[in-house]
C-alpha cells in the first residue's frame, strides 16, 4: 500500500563516500559543509519538514559521528532521525540493502549533501500515476556535470547515456522506490543507485520515471557550486524571482542573524567598523570582527569567529570559521579555511605560511574570547569583594548541617550538542530534601546562589545569559521558537532575572530568554548588570 507524503519513510545519503568538495572535506564529511554557516543536510531536513515528514534514517560511513552529534534525535526540528553505521562504503544502494528490513514500503531516497527544492507530492501522484518501481527527479543541466540519463518522450529512462545533444537530464541523487527494487540489489556488496541500480531496472524491464523539477537544484559536486549555493540564499531574501544569473532561487532559505540593513546580516556578537564599506548581500556570522577599512561583498559569506582586519577586500567569497584575514589582503572568487586558500573556477587549493596574510583565529580576538575574559575577571572580584560574607557562611553551615555545597544539575545548548554540569550553590536542605533555618534565609535573601561565581570561573556560565535549566525543565523546550534561547549560554543573570518576576511559568521564561538572544549585545549586558543589584534589592525586601 502507497503510504500517504506524511508517512513516507525517508532515507538521508549521508555516508560522505564521494568525499566531494574536498579539501573541505579532509576532516568532515560532505553533509556537514557549512551554507550560510548551517550544515548542508540542515536545507533537505527543513525541506521535507516543512512538507510533513517526520521519520528519516539517515545512512553514515565517513566522519559520521560528527553528523550524529549535531543533529542528534531530530528534535530541534520536530522530527525523528534513525542512524544507519555502515562499517564499509556500500555505496548509494549498497546501504539501503543494510537497512532493507527497515523499508518495507515505497520509501524517499534524498542525498544530505545537496540542495534540491521538490514538490514531494507531486512526485508521489506522478510515481503512482506511472506504474514505475522507480521515479528518479531530473533537473535540466548544460555541459559535462552529473549523471546523465536519458528518457524518452513517455518521461520514462531507458538508459544512463545522453543519446545526443550537450544538454540533458541529470539525475539528482533523489528518488522515489518501490521496496521491490531491494532484490536486485546484492548484499555487502558497493552498489550505486545511478550506475548499478537503474541500469539492472531498466535492462529487466521495469519501468523507470523521470520526474522533472523546475525548483532549486544544486547538488554541491564542485566548489564553485558550492559558492553559487552560497550566492544564491543570498540573494533569497535581497532579490526577488531568478537569481543574478536567471537561475532559479532556493524556496527556503535559513538566517541565524538578524538583517541590520537590506541584503546585510550580521549575527550575534559581531561588530562592524564605521569605516568598513559593506556591499549587499553579505551574510556575517557570530562573533566576528570586520576592521577599519574593509571593502565586504557583494555575495560574500563570513563564518563565525571570523576577523577581516583592516583594509582587506573580499569580493564574491567564502570564509569559514575561526579564519584571520590580515591587513590589505585582497579575495575575490575564493573559499578560504583558516590558512587555506580554494579558488573556486579551479578547485585549486594552495597553503599560506604567513599567519599574518591568512591564519587561524587565536580566542582572544574574538568577541567572545574578550566576553570570557571580561566575565571571568569580574566573576573573580566579586568573589574576592563577598569573601568577608561568603567566608563566615560557609563555616556556619558546616557547623550546622555538615556541609557547605551541592551540585544543582543543569543543562544547556541543542539536543545535537547538550552541556551538563553543576551548578555551585550553599547546601540549603538535608537529606530528605527539606529546608534547614539557615537554609531558608539563604533562599529568602538569595545568598544561596553566590557560589555560581565559581561556575563563570570555570567558564560554565556567562555573567549574563540565559536562564539555567534543569534536565526536567530543558524536556520541555519542544517548540521551534523555544530552542533559539539555547543558542547562548546560561548566565548568573539576565532577562529571566530583571524582567520576568520570581516565580514565573517556564514559558514567560522562556520568552525573555528567546528575546535576549535575539538582542543581546555588549551594551545590553552591562544594561542587564547594571540593573541586577536594583531587582535583587527589589525582590528581597518587597
Same mark, same amino acid.
Given at each position: 500500500m502507497m503510504p500517504s507524503v506524511g508517512e513516507l519513510p525517508v532515507f538521508l545519503q549521508a555516508s560522505g563516500e564521494s568525499r566531494k568538495l574536498y579539501p573541505l572535506t579532509e576532516n568532515l564529511p560532505s553533509a556537514m559543509v557549512p551554507v550560510l554557516n548551517q550544515p548542508v543536510m540542515t536545507y533537505p531536513l527543513e525541506l521535507l519538514a516543512r512538507q510533513g515528514i517526520k521519520k528519516y534514517l539517515v545512512g553514515l560511513y565517513a566522519f559520521g559521528g560528527s553528523i550524529e552529534a549535531y543533529f542528534g534525535s531530530g528534535r530541534r526540528w520536530? %522530527?525523528?532521525?534513525?542512524? %544507519?553505521?555502515?562499517?564499509?562504503?556500500?555505496?548509494?544502494?549498497? %546501504?539501503?540493502?543494510?537497512?532493507?528490513?527497515?523499508?518495507?514500503?515505497p520509501f524517499l531516497v534524498v542525498p544530505a549533501d545537496a540542495i534540491i527544492d521538490f514538490d514531494l507530492e507531486k512526485l508521489l501522484d506522478e510515481h503512482i500515476s506511472s506504474g514505475a518501481c522507480a521515479t528518479v527527479v531530473v533537473s535540466r543541466v548544460n555541459g559535462d556535470d552529473g549523471n546523465r540519463l536519458a528518457v524518452d518522450d513517455q518521461g520514462f529512462v531507458t538508459g544512463l547515456e545522453l543519446l545526443s545533444g550537450p544538454a540533458g537530464w541529470v539525475d539528482t541523487g533523489v528518488y522515489l522506490l518501490d521496496p521491490q527494487v531491494l532484490d536486485f540489489i546484492p548484499a555487502r556488496t558497493k552498489f550505486d543507485i545511478h550506475q548499478d541500480l537503474l541500469t539492472a531496472l531498466v535492462q529487466n524491464g521495469w519501468k523507470v520515471r523521470a520526474h522533472f523539477e523546475e525548483g532549486y537544484c544544486n547538488l554541491l559536486g564542485t566548489l564553485k557550486e558550492y559558492q553559487q549555493a552560497q550566492e544564491a540564499f543570498l540573494a533569497h531574501f535581497y532579490q526577488s524571482g531568478r537569481g543574478r544569473d536567471n537561475s532559479a532561487l532556493p524556496r527556503y532559505a535559513l538566517y541565524k542573524a538578524r538583517q541590520a540593513m537590506k541584503g546585510v546580516w550580521i549575527g550575534n556578537g559581531s561588530s562592524i567598523h564605521p569605516e568598513a564599506q559593506i556591499i549587499p548581500p553579505v551574510y556575517i556570522g557570530q562573533n566576528s570582527r570586520i576592521g577599519k577599512g574593509v571593502e565586504l561583498g557583494p555575495y560574500t559569506v563570513v563564518g563565525s569567529n571570523v576577523v577581516i582586519d583592516q583594509g582587506a577586500t573580499v569580493r564574491c567569497s567564502t570564509i569559514l570559521d575561526h579564519t584571520y584575514v590580515g591587513q590589505y589582503v585582497r579575495l575575490q572568487d575564493r573559499v578560504v579555511q583558516q590558512n587555506q586558500v580554494i579558488d573556486v573556477r579551479t578547485s585549486s587549493s594552495i597553503q599560506i605560511a604567513d599567519d599574518f596574510l591568512l591564519s587561524r583565529v587565536p580566542a582572544a580576538f574574538t568577541e567572545r574570547g574578550l566576553k570570557r575574559i571580561f566575565d571571568a575577571g569580574l566573576a573573580l572580584l566579586l568573589l574576592l569583594v563577598t569573601l568577608p560574607l561568603t567566608l563566615p557562611l560557609a563555616l556556619l553551615l558546616w557547623l550546622t548541617s555538615g556541609r557547605v555545597f551541592y551540585g544543582v544539575p543543569v543543562v544547556w545548548g541543542h539536543n545535537a550538542e547538550q552541556t551538563a554540569f553543576n551548578l555551585y550553590q550553599f547546601a540549603t536542605r538535608d537529606d530528605h530534601g527539606c529546608l534547614t533555618k539557615m537554609g531558608r534565609l539563604l533562599e529568602k535573601l538569595e545568598w544561596h546562589r553566590l557560589p555560581e561565581l565559581i561556575n563563570v570561573l570555570r567558564g560554565d556560565l556567562n555573567l549574563v545569559g540565559v536562564k539555567p535549566l534543569s534536565p526536567t525543565e530543558a524536556e520541555k523546550i519542544v517548540e521551534a521558537w523555544q530552542e533559539k534561547r539555547n543558542d547562548c549560554r546560561p548566565g548568573i543573570t539576565g532577562l529571566w532575572y530583571t524582567q520576568a518576576a520570581g516565580k514565573s511559568e517556564l514559558e514567560e521564561i522562556l520568552i525573555a530568554d528567546v528575546y535576549y538572544v535575539v538582542m543581546r549585545s555588549w551594551q545590553e549586558d552591562l544594561k542587564i548588570l547594571s540593573q541586577t543589584p536594583q531587582v535583587w534589592w527589589r525582590r528581597v525586601w518587597h
Open positions: 520536530g %522530527v525523528e532521525l534513525e542512524y %544507519v553505521l555502515q562499517r564499509e562504503p556500500w555505496g548509494s544502494a549498497g %546501504v539501503l540493502k543494510l537497512a532493507a528490513s527497515r523499508l518495507r514500503s
